[in-house]
């Protein structure tokens, strides 16, 4: 919970109780929901009829909130032992009766350490650092958020400002909010300042690519390199989104797409393990899901190609 909503909540308390709670009572309240942050696991969404059975839970609680579906949060003493790390060694997941389980999703030698992702695994690394400072209150130093190139996925590189360069700049010190950043071709440095602006910049570019509208998105994804690089979390984030609709979303289902956006689907699928393969992610679930994706895109294209051979042959054997 970001310190506002903590505070906000307070308020809240504050205006609906007669006398309000006290200074000391106040500050156990931000402890325990720092405590409650940084330990609880966000598990599956409520189900329908849970919230159904539900009889406090008011019409308007029961609709997505700005967006967001409702979810519970739930302590796991067991699992809450796991250190976060920016790319786990496991993967867990919940039943319907929210029952955690926890699988590792790499080989795990013995007496190492057991770790799972309190973040996204596909966001770069200033993007989750930030995030997990405003949500676990905690600044992550693990080994992929110490490496510029975080272990050669390159997520968060940005475009080099010399214009004839093709290279890519990289924070030198990933840890310091303020680091230069250089180009690992021409060397050409600029500020932190700098850097956070062309990322922000960049954010706003993404923000006005409608996720549920395909055409923009691939619109954006043909045009991208003219501003950034094809290793870039928002471009990523892009081939998630045309992955996700692909075969799916409404007017793109699987006998609506064309060959070619089944082609390129069949592509991003594949750069998309490629990159869940460098990060070292092992068998997490956006592989498994991407994989499914894949084996979905394979069989509409077999099938397909079936088809018109059937017909020509069709053709052929009527034409003689
Ligand atoms: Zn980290
Ligand atoms: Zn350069």
Redesign the pocket.
Known sequence: MPAMFIESSIDLLKRHTEEGPTRDEEDFMRVACCVMDANAFETAQIPKQVINNKPTLSTEEERPLNGLVPSLRGLYPLAAMMNHACTPNTRHGYDEKQKMTVRAASLIPAGSEITSSYTSLLWGTSARRHHLKITKHFLCSCLRCRDPQEGGSRLAALR?L?QS?E?CMFPEEPLEENTQWQ?E??G?QVTGRQASLTQATLGRLLSIVDNRNVPQMERFFSQHQNVMPSSNQIVIEVKCNLIRSYGHAQGYSWTDVTMQQLELKERLCRELLELLETLGAGECRMRGLVLYELHCTLMEQRHRRRNDLMESTVQVRQAS
Do not use: A, D, Y
């Open positions: 080099c010399t360069c290279g180009c071709v021409c050409l």
